[in-house]
């Protein structure tokens, strides 16, 4: 089984990135910490906590974690995740409590407990990572593996910087510094690798069916149904992009996406394009991450299926019971 160590702004993907983990038998999500982002950090610590308790998982230390970007304002958010982060859907009540220690704490006690067998996941903003990194700068020597959702780095560029990076573009900076020659590079899963896994209702269907009535598979049909209308009102049609649960599944088998090497620059002052990520793949610079350039929807889609619906099976539905 493998240590993972999940970084999160959940939100309607991190949740479903959360939920694939828990639903994967070669993961042992052994910490989560939590970001602001989507929304505010205590929503995304009280989603964390609800995630777990619907799941019915094991009591996973969840530690909250930056409550701003390192340079202290934030960027204008969008309504894309719905008021508490996961679109229609309800998380059920739960006794469950934060840890004592921050998400710093955590993220440097999991890497130590788990010596150079921790993957490490974020699919938020970095800042609580940049700050575990400033604690422990042996974090790139100390984890197994990295895999980051954030950046664009296809042709096709979007104006607006990808949401991650756009919220803490020093932190940002100062990861892809910290690896910058290191032997196990991150792989970043950017939006042009991402935007290719794309939930359909079809797909969504063929989820329900598999999984049965229950109570996981609901509060996902919610979130999805919230996810894919925010698609849909910006133009991408009835759909909806799986950002993060892709990078969790590549976090578990990193064959599910091609990479190539790059040394990657986040745009700091430039006030137009803060937050864009800038990939030289010249091979001049030391390379500081693996880009995912390449993925197979289908593959990821048949075992996300698998996987959670045999999780809400699992689960069933507590509340007719
Ligand atoms: C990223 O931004 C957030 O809205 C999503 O959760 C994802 O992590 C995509 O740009
Ligand atoms: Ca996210």
Redesign the pocket.
Known sequence: MNPVFAD???????AMALIYLLASADADLVGIASTG??ISVDQVCANNLGLLELCRATDIPVSKGADRPLSGGWPARGN??GPKGLGYADLPPTERQLTSYDAVAAWVGAAHRHRGELIGLA??PLTNLALALRAEPALPTLLRRLVI??GEFGSDTDPAA???IRVDPEAASEVFAAWAGQQRLPIVCG?DL?RHVVMTPDILARLLSAAGESALVRVIEDAMQFYFEVHRDRGYGYLA?L??PL?AAVALDPQLASTRAAAVDVTLSDPATRGTTVADWSGSREPNVRIGIGVDPAAFFDRFIERVAALARRIGNPRSA
């Open positions: 999160v702004d959940t939100g309607i993907d991190d982002g989507n894309v995740h699919t938020g959702m954030g990808e949401w991650n939006l991402t992009y950002h993060d990078a």
